[in-house]
């Protein structure tokens, strides 16, 4: 790793996969799971905000800002539903980790294929406390590019091996079937969510559409599962019936953001949730029955992209799967920025 400090580390999509590939993608997810809890577990030493939000028509610009004291760290990241009919991607993203102490920045990383990781990890993290035990079925509701590293994540912590998929478009199914093939699944693809949930004791709904969707009705969710409630995670855009949150134990993140951006903004203010760090901290408990209905409202927290910045820093060291960023200025003398301009200039002269 660079000690120039005018340098920064800085890691292309196409570094990021070589990085992914040379680590090995359930590897990957293993141990950035592990970093995720790590900081889960010393949650109150984060500075946390909800994110901040510029909606749009047809999407949303977020910034997701935190630090522990150390590090500090921010994702931009959009959401636009509509964007795949165009060729592009419904998520992108890009984050920095800094230096507290002088504010410097030690990484600028792509993070579109980072936050596929991170949040497949987190759900697999949370289905570890949640889940029924044993459970190895899954079905996943929405096979878009979220979906093989939630069903890796959920083989590489949990033991899932059997997966039952649905999309609207049968296509993203297909291609997700066939992403999947040789790593270890049993997979089948439904004709709709009802079959799809057949029994499956964990149910990750992960689709993308600007509305308050019902993919998941009632009648659907049998006793004891657990949901993975991925996809919703914008006001006005929501995944499941409201009854099922009034029959379900439900796990969040950060409360102030998940009731503004989760399935709960359907529910009042006040309707109890558990916050999952205080179930991973032993402070609350996870699953207590076998028919409970437990559901993770997943909307994506900083903290999981300050794990998953720090993860990355610590894999790059001896990897060299970065260039050096000249992001800095750093003139011979500190207080001489105009003056290395003016040698700038006469430099280019001669
Ligand atoms: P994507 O556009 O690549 O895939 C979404 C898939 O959902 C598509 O294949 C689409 O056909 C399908 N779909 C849409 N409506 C459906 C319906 N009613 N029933 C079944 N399938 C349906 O998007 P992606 O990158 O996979 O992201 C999926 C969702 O997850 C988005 O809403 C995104 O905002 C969200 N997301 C959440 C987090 C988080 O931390 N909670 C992180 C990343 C993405």
């Known amino acids: 790793m660079t000690e120039k400090l005018n340098v920064v580390p800085f890691v292309s999509v196409d570094h990021m996969m070589k990085l992914v590939l040379a680590v090995g993608v359930e590897r990957f997810l293993t141990e950035l799971s592990a970093y995720v809890e790590e900081d889960f577990l010393r949650w109150e030493q984060f500075d946390k905000t909800p994110r901040i939000a510029s909606h749009?028509?047809?999407?949303?610009?977020?910034?997701?800002?935190?630090?522990?004291?150390?590090?500090?760290?921010?994702?931009?990241?959009?959401?636009?539903?509509?964007?795949?009919?165009?060729?592009?991607?419904?998520?992108?993203?890009?984050?920095?980790?800094?230096?507290?102490?002088?504010?410097?920045?030690?990484?600028l990383t792509e993070m579109t294929i980072l936050t596929a990781l991170r949040t497949a990890a987190t759900s697999a993290v949370a289905a570890k406390y949640l889940a029924p035990k044993g459970a190895d079925t899954m079905a996943i509701i929405g096979n878009g590019a979220q979906s093989e590293f939630q069903a890796l994540?959920?083989?590489?912590?949990?033991?899932?091996?059997?997966?039952?998929?649905?999309?609207?478009?049968?296509?993203?199914?297909?291609?997700?079937?066939?992403?999947?093939?040789?790593?270890?699944?049993?997979?089948?693809?439904?004709?709709?969510?009802?079959?799809?949930?057949?029994?499956?004791?964990?149910?990750?709904?992960?689709?993308?559409?600007?509305?308050?969707?019902?993919?998941?009705?009632?009648?659907?969710?049998?006793?004891?599962?657990?949901?993975?409630?991925?996809?919703?995670?914008?006001?006005?855009?929501?995944?499941?019936?409201?009854?099922?949150?009034?029959?379900?134990?439900?796990?969040?993140?950060?409360?102030?953001?998940?009731?503004?951006?989760?399935?709960?903004?359907?529910?009042?203010?006040?309707?109890?949730?558990?916050?999952l760090w205080q179930v991973m901290a032993g402070k609350a408990q996870g699953r207590s029955s076998s028919a409970q209905v437990t559901l993770f409202d997943s909307v994506g927290f900083a903290i999981e992209d300050f794990s998953a910045l720090r993860y990355v820093r610590d894999k790059l060291i001896d990897t060299g799967l970065f260039e050096e960023l000249d992001l800095l200025a750093d003139p011979d003398e500190p207080r001489d920025l105009f003056g290395m301009l003016l040698r700038a200039a006469k430099a280019s002269a001669i």
């Open 56 to 107: 749009s028509h047809d999407g949303v610009i977020e910034l997701m800002p935190t630090s522990d004291g150390h590090l500090y760290g921010f994702k931009y990241v959009n959401g636009h539903p509509k964007n795949t009919r165009d060729g592009r991607q419904t998520v992108t993203a890009f984050g920095v980790l800094a230096d507290v102490g002088n504010g410097y920045p030690m990484l």
């Open 153 to 275: 994540a959920f083989k590489a912590l949990l033991g899932v091996n059997k997966l039952r998929l649905y999309d609207i478009d049968a296509s993203a199914s297909q291609k997700c079937q066939a992403n999947l093939a040789g790593m270890g699944f049993d997979i089948v693809i439904s004709d709709n969510a009802q079959d799809a949930v057949e029994g499956a004791q964990i149910i990750t709904t992960v689709t993308a559409d600007k509305q308050l969707a019902t993919i998941l009705t009632d009648n659907m969710v049998g006793t004891g599962v657990h949901i993975n409630a991925v996809g919703g995670d914008c006001p006005g855009k929501t995944e499941l019936h409201r009854d099922i949150l009034l029959r379900s134990d439900i796990f969040v993140e950060f409360p102030p953001q998940t009731r503004i951006e989760g399935e709960i903004q359907q529910l009042p203010a006040d309707h109890p949730v558990i916050e």
